[in-house]
């Protein structure tokens, strides 16, 4: 009860976050100390019920943040993942496929439009470099400009998988939207995995045993 109680007092103050001028920070820590009181309860089923409404709030104070700083996704890539991962095990828990099909494609949307403005602004960051700036201090800043999105390209591919795994829940042809969908993936192993998790979550027999032959390929 103190944990689910702590949740709650959580997402108000993450309410608050969002109506100050700081926002991004506060409620990127406000959602730390959420996620940090919300593990204990993330373990079984009988005690997600009792997550699931305070990790929608916390998740959407977290979106409003972006209107006021869409690179402030970044600095809550990791817990954004963690409740992102809750949530769908909520719905997962009774069977509410379609609402954790609309969670992976809101939560896909939004990090491609992150990541979209993070590539513009690096490109634009890039251009206005002096040349005559030290190779090694460059180097530098080209490595702690690149894990954002490579955080972010690790939520976007679980979140892959969770989509072929809702699909195949719903009874949708998963295995040609995931063909299209990996058209572009360059990862062998991502692609392996995500044809694997099709297969253990595949209905009909044929599907898995298909899924399984283009995960070893």
């Known amino acids: 009860r103190i944990h689910s109680m702590s949740l709650i007092r959580f997402v108000k103050a993450g309410r608050y976050a969002v109506a100050a001028s700081e926002c991004p920070n506060i409620c990127a820590n406000t959602a730390k100390h959420f ?44 817990v954004r993942a963690h409740l992102l991962g809750l949530l769908l095990e909520c719905h997962a828990d009774v069977d509410q496929w379609k609402d954790a099909l609309k969670v992976v494609d809101e939560a896909s949307a939004t990090i491609a439009k992150a990541l979209a403005y993070f590539y513009q602004n690096k490109s634009e960051s890039e251009e206005q470099k002096n040349n005559e700036v030290d190779e090694d201090l460059l180097a530098e ?16 591919k679980s979140l892959l998988e969770w ?5 195949s829940k719903l009874g ?23 044809w694997a998790t099709l297969a253990r979550t595949a209905i009909h027999p044929t599907q898995q045993l298909n899924s399984y032959k283009r995960a070893l390929d």
């Not at 989509?163 to 699909?167: D, F, G, M, V």
């Not at 949708?172 to 995500?194: F, I, Y």
């Open 141 to 156: 800043d080209n490595a702690a400009a690149n894990c954002p999105d490579k955080a972010a390209e690790t939520l976007r």
């Open 163 to 167: 989509r072929n795994r809702i699909l």
């Open 172 to 194: 949708r042809c998963a295995a040609t939207q995931l063909s299209a969908q990996l058209r572009g993936e360059k990862d062998s192993v991502t692609q392996a995995r995500v």
């Open 35 to 78: 996620w940090n009181s919300a593990i204990s309860l993330s373990k079984v089923a009988v005690s997600r019920r009792l997550c699931k409404i305070p990790v929608i709030c916390m998740l959407a104070c977290l979106d409003a943040c972006l209107s006021t700083d869409p690179m402030s996704l970044f600095d809550s890539i990791d």
